[in-house]
């Protein structure tokens, strides 16, 4: 087997690992002015650099992976719909959040994204639902005292 690099079958690893890198360089640049602290006494820059770092090596094992492999014939398949419906939950919650609180936004989130599967299941989501609204009143409003209302009537 030849040492030398191959043209990509499938440049979609190379694609999303430059975004990933391209992003977390300029979350870093962007993160550079606040200071930085230590793991003991983090300042306000030291937590978006960490995720930043872990973003841009992610993005370098992507590119590195890129290289390795060789999947399918090189057609990039975009799933339009799952894309989408996570794109509309998000937009959702951000929507319920500051019109109707915490635990309606959650349930409008979970119930939009279900669509995004072709074979949703309604009693999963119920289930998820009650998880996710138990976990997020827990820490959110409960261990971190944010002023975020849970239900605006």
């Given at each position: 087997m030849s040492t030398a690099l191959r043209p990509l079958s499938n440049p979609g690893p190379l694609i999303v690992g430059a975004i990933f890198v391209a992003s977390g360089l300029a979350f870093i640049i962007a993160?550079?002015?606040?200071a930085s602290g230590s793991a003991l006494r983090m300042g306000p820059g030291y937590f978006p650099t960490?995720?930043?770092s872990l973003l841009v090596f992610v993005g370098l094992?992507?590119?590195?992976?890129?290289?390795?492999e060789s999947v399918g014939a090189g057609v990039l398949h975009i799933a339009w719909r799952p894309l989408l419906v996570?794109?509309?939950?998000v937009v959702v919650f951000s929507v319920l959040i500051v019109t109707t609180g915490?635990?309606?936004?959650?349930a409008g989130l979970i119930l939009v994204s279900l669509f995004a599967s072709r074979r949703p299941s309604w009693r999963e989501a119920l289930a998820?639902?009650?998880?996710?609204?138990?976990?997020?009143?827990?820490?959110?409003?409960f261990l971190l005292g944010l002023q975020v209302e849970?239900?605006?009537?």
């Open positions: 993160a550079r002015d606040y960490l995720i930043a094992m992507n590119i590195a992976s890129s290289f390795r996570v794109s509309a939950s915490l635990v309606p936004a959650i998820l639902i009650a998880v996710v609204e138990v976990i997020c009143i827990t820490i959110f409003h849970l239900v605006r009537l």
